[in-house]
């Protein structure tokens, strides 16, 4: 079955950087996108970008460009985001989760757990 | 960037009820709209894509309608494992974005 595993939590001081990984499954890894969606506490769901882990192509929300980098690794299945310049407002669960394929790439199927990331001098 | 908004914000319903949560985007999105449901401390759950499109494995008592503007989620008869914080969310244009949520409390 398709599995999103995600690394753990990180606590991390304000102007740090945090890397999360989301390993792939039980599918064809390049086949279907990956995105990422952050939560801070007690609020909605935010996108924050995607990957093509075919190509490495990405897009990014207009929000996040420069700060965030998505990466990955096919060797291993894995997809990588890196969020730099922390502050506190970046406390939050981010998750990733598998788009489709083609026409249907924007369209989540399976989401990782999750990894809280904890931004405090 | 397209605006969604749901309503109502929260709600409580009994075990058997018919609820139905509503999506209303601010720039026509056709039919790309997903609805996903949230349990605390758990990773979201997709239900719903294409407006109606019932995801692998989700269960018939959830149904979508709607397309343009206004959508709604409807479940027919709730069951106690259905109490989650559910959201809709646009993907006809980047960024995506989603509503802002809509929680099903038990009254």
């Known amino acids: 079955q398709v599995q999103l595993v995600q690394s753990g939590a990180e606590v991390k001081k304000p102007g740090a950087s945090v890397t999360v990984s989301c390993k792939g499954s039980g599918y064809i890894f390049t086949g279907n996108y990956i995105h990422w969606v952050r939560q801070a506490p007690g609020q909605g769901l935010e996108w924050m970008a995607w990957i093509n882990p075919n190509s490495g192509g990405t897009l990014y929300a207009q929000k996040f460009q420069g700060s965030v980098t998505v990466t990955r690794d096919t060797s291993s299945s894995t997809a990588y985001m890196d969020l730099r310049g922390l502050t506190s407002d970046d406390t939050a669960v981010y998750y990733c989760?598998?788009?489709?394929?083609?026409?249907?790439?924007?369209?989540?199927?399976?989401w990782g757990q999750g990894t809280l990331v904890t931004v405090s001098s | 960037d397209i605006q969604m908004t749901q309503s109502p914000s929260s709600l409580s319903a009994s075990v058997g009820d018919r609820v139905t949560i509503t999506c209303r985007a601010s720039q026509d999105i056709s039919i790309d709209l997903a609805w996903f449901q949230q349990k605390p401390g758990k990773a979201p759950k997709s239900l719903i894509y294409g407006a109606s499109r019932l995801q692998s494995g989700v269960p018939s008592k959830f149904s979508g309608s709607g397309s343009g503007t206004d959508f709604t989620l409807t479940i027919s008869s709730l069951q106690p494992e259905d109490f989650a914080t559910y959201y809709c969310?646009?993907?006809?244009?980047?960024?995506?974005?989603f509503g802002g949520g809509t929680k099903v409390e038990i009254k």
């Open positions: 989760a598998r788009g489709g394929v083609g026409a249907t790439a924007w369209i989540f199927d399976s």
């Open positions: 969310q646009q993907y006809k244009s980047y960024p995506l974005t």
